[in-house]
């Protein structure tokens, strides 16, 4: 069983900044992409940034230049460095993950419990 549990989130005033942390544990051959999806009450769940194995990086608009997302492929971690926060990030924060649990099976799609970020202004 795969799990993919998340950290780092909080409130923080306007201008702050927070680290999240989302680990994936259990029975895992490879894991492709990695990334990061919030949802704000009342909007639909929307992709923040994503890397592949390989390190390349994807940002929505919104955060280019404020967010960087990482990952350490030996720890099966990925991390999402938010700076200069606004109100409008307040959301909760989901990982998600493109892995092989057992050799030779295909490739499926994991999701974390959620984080909660609350920005203030």
């Known amino acids: 069983q795969v799990q993919l549990v998340e950290s780092g989130g909080g409130l923080v005033q306007a201008g702050g900044s927070l680290r999240l942390s989302c680990a994936a544990s259990g029975i895992i051959f490879n894991i492709n992409v990695m990334g990061w999806y919030r949802q704000a009450l009342g909007k639909q769940r929307e992709k923040v940034a994503s890397i592949t194995s390989g390190g390349n990086t994807n940002y929505a608009d919104s955060v280019k230049g404020r967010f960087t997302i990482s990952r350490d492929n030996l720890k099966n971690t990925v991390y999402l460095q938010m700076n200069s926060l606004k109100p409008e990030d307040t959301a909760t924060y989901y990982c998600?993950?493109?892995?092989?649990?057992?050799?030779?099976?295909?490739?499926?799609?994991?999701w974390g419990q959620g984080t909660q970020v609350t920005v203030s202004s």
């Open positions: 998600n993950a493109d892995l092989v649990s057992f050799y030779g099976d295909p490739l499926r799609d994991y």
